[in-house]
């Protein structure tokens, strides 16, 4: 079945930067495409964009252009999300979820990483 | 920037059916995505391009869109249905949700 195993947790200072794994196992990872989305303590879901092995295309959300960078690894069926210059405000559970290259649904999602940035 | 709009809460009594409404401009031409999360959990697919339901899901969840509203439907309600809902749209290559809507099952 499909399964997405994220990595742990992780806490950071203001102006650092963050990358958060996913691995990917049950399916072809190359036919689809890997969404983050995240979500604020309380908030609800904001979606920050996707990436495919498929000649490594990406789309990122407005909101993260020039601030977020997503890649895959097709060795390992692993898609990493390496968010830069944090701020308080980037504090959430960041998810990955299988879709949204060619408008798929996100029809399977990893567990959670939940990022803390705290000076 | 495109928007959905969701009730911020909805009650049902167990066995009723709960309704849960999504709103936006022009959302007829597009397909509407629904996702449960439960709390502490992560979100759920429970209906796709606007009224198929991924294998698994149980029969009582169903979904429609016409005009500018789609609708999530639960008949039958159970206790375990209670939980956050977010219906999801792509405007263009971006992917919208709604604020949410909190199912209280009571």
């Known amino acids: 079945q499909v399964q997405l195993v994220q990595s742990g947790a992780e806490v950071k200072k203001p102006g650092a930067s963050v990358k958060v794994s996913c691995k990917a196992s049950?399916?072809?990872?190359?036919?689809?495409?890997i969404s983050w989305v995240r979500q604020a303590p309380g908030q609800g879901l904001e979606w920050m964009g996707w990436?495919?092995?498929?000649?490594?295309?990406?789309y990122y959300a407005q909101n993260f252009q020039g601030r977020v960078t997503m890649t895959t690894d097709t060795s390992t069926s692993t898609a990493y999300m390496d968010l830069r210059s944090l701020r308080p405000d980037d504090t959430a559970v960041y998810y990955c979820?299988?879709?949204?290259?060619?408008?798929?649904?996100?029809?399977?999602w990893g567990q959670g990483t939940l990022v803390t940035v705290s000076s | 920037s495109y928007d959905l709009t969701q009730p911020p809460s909805v009650s049902v009594s167990p066995g009723q059916t709960a309704s849960i409404a999504c709103s936006g401009d022009?959302?007829?031409?597009?397909?509407v995505y629904w996702y449960q999360q439960k709390a502490g959990q992560s979100p759920v697919l429970v209906i796709y391009?606007?009224?198929k339901r991924p294998s698994g899901i149980p029969e009582r969840f169903s979904g429609s869109s016409s005009g500018n509203t789609a609708t999530l439907t639960i008949s039958g309600t159970q206790a375990l249905d209670e939980a956050d809902y977010y219906c999801?749209?792509?405007?263009?290559?971006?992917?919208?949700f709604g604020g949410g809507t909190k199912l209280t099952v009571l």
């Open positions: 979820a299988r879709g949204g290259w060619e408008l798929r649904p996100l029809d399977s």
């Open positions: 049950g399916y072809s990872f190359t036919t689809y495409g």
């Open positions: 990436v495919t092995a498929y000649k490594g295309l990406t």
């Open positions: 022009g959302l007829g031409n597009k397909y």
């Open positions: 391009q606007d009224t």
């Open positions: 999801q749209a792509w405007d263009i290559s971006t992917a919208v």
